[in-house]
């Protein structure tokens, strides 16, 4: 397998990408195509003074979509780029809301983007929609949005997310509506552990019912949220390039991933808002390998809580698992400082961390 060049073994690596953000996925050449069509600046990219200042670049890009086929051609455009690295599956987050009405009523903004979908479906790639709660609103806004997720469930939506301010807004104040959503079977998949702390993760789980929790690294900073989240089996769909570039952790290479696999925490890896942060899946899943030292035992691993714990079809996550299967049979070269697949791994994350998962620093 590669190691130079384009990574083709991990386009070749079957998995399913479940923390994405649509505006955050508009291709750059889209981005700049809208911008000079409504005279509206680009949104920067690089490392972010933190939470706050990278709402402002995620709001330029918000703005660049001004009608509703501009979202049916970034939802369909990210399936495109879903295919190019190797991505059979796709949940990409919506949050209705925060478009204030401006290109219709809520509705016409979540069939657009189901329609983008399902226009660009195809055996290589395809995707579903997770309606997400903004923590800033009024709870009226939380009800409304189980209300879209509801509907349109038999139609594309997978999940029902909460996003924004999670060390001003907790997650005891959407208790009710996420007990409703899990009581009727939709995917509870908020944020958490990004703006504060292992609380705040383990809030989401207890409280809310979290099946996944986007981001979720800070539960680290708590070996009890960490064996919460190991025992429960909920996994953390982490972004390693974005916590790096929002200062959620102090740089890449001391990303907790390896601590988090190590502990049993089932993990799979995300771009977030690739626009912004110049990534790829790929690239994360090569971040990981060549960063972080993740062997390609550990890898496949990934990839395949990416797909069991999606909600992705049983017939296409089965088609890729066996795939899955198939791609690490030539992978048993060492890696990783020398470690023979994923067991030796895990010793040298013994060795490296001691018997618990490290806090952050």
């Not at 709402?55 to 703005?63: F, G, K, L, P, W």
């Not at 469930?153 to 997650?171: K, T």
């Not at 771009?271 to 899946?281: N, Q, V, W």
Request: glycine share 10%; hydrophobic share 45%; charged share 20%.
């Amino acid at each position: 397998m590669r190691r130079s060049g384009v990574p083709a073994d991990l386009v070749a690596l079957p998995k399913a990408e479940l923390h994405l953000h649509l505006e955050g996925a508009l291709r750059r050449a889209t981005a700049a195509e809208l911008a000079d069509r409504y005279r509206l600046p680009l949104p920067r990219t690089g490392r972010f003074a933190g939470l706050p200042d990278f709402v402002v670049a995620y709001e330029q890009a918000r703005d660049l979509i001004g009608t509703l086929e501009d979202l049916r051609r970034v939802a369909a455009e990210l399936l495109i780029t879903a295919r190019e690295n190797g991505v059979v599956w796709t949940e990409v987050h919506l949050i209705p809301a925060t478009y204030g009405g401006r290109l219709g009523p809520d509705e016409a903004v979540v069939e657009a983007v189901l329609d983008g979908l399902a226009s660009a479906a195809s055996p290589a790639a395809a995707g579903g929609l997770i309606i997400g709660v903004n923590r800033m609103l009024p709870l009226a806004a939380a009800e409304r949005g189980l209300a879209l997720a509801l509907r349109y469930r038999d139609a594309g939506v997978v999940g029902l997310g909460l996003a924004a301010d999670e060390a001003r807004f907790p997650a005891s104040l959407f208790a009710d509506v996420f007990r409703r959503a899990g009581d009727a079977g939709l995917p509870v998949v908020p944020h958490a552990g990004e703006g504060a702390g292992a609380e705040s993760v383990r809030a989401c789980v207890e409280q809310l019912g979290a099946v996944r929790i986007n981001h979720g690294v800070r539960a680290v900073e708590d070996p009890e949220v960490v064996e919460l989240l190991r025992d429960r089996g909920v996994s953390l769909d982490v972004c390693p390039s974005s916590n790096a570039a929002l200062g959620v952790v102090p740089s890449l290479s001391e990303h907790p991933l390896p601590a988090l696999l190590r502990a049993g925490v089932p993990v799979s890896l995300n771009t977030d808002c690739p626009l912004f942060l110049a990534t790829s899946t790929v690239r994360e899943y090569a971040l990981a390998r060549d960063v972080l030292g993740l062997p390609d035992e550990a890898l496949v691993g990934i990839a395949a809580t990416s797909l069991r714990t999606s909600s992705c079809p049983a017939e296409r996550r089965e088609a890729a698992l066996a795939r899955l299967a198939a791609w690490r049979e030539p992978s048993t070269q060492p890696v990783g400082g020398g470690a023979q697949g994923l067991a030796g791994f895990l010793v040298e994350l013994t060795d490296q961390f001691g018997g618990g998962p490290r806090g952050r620093e």
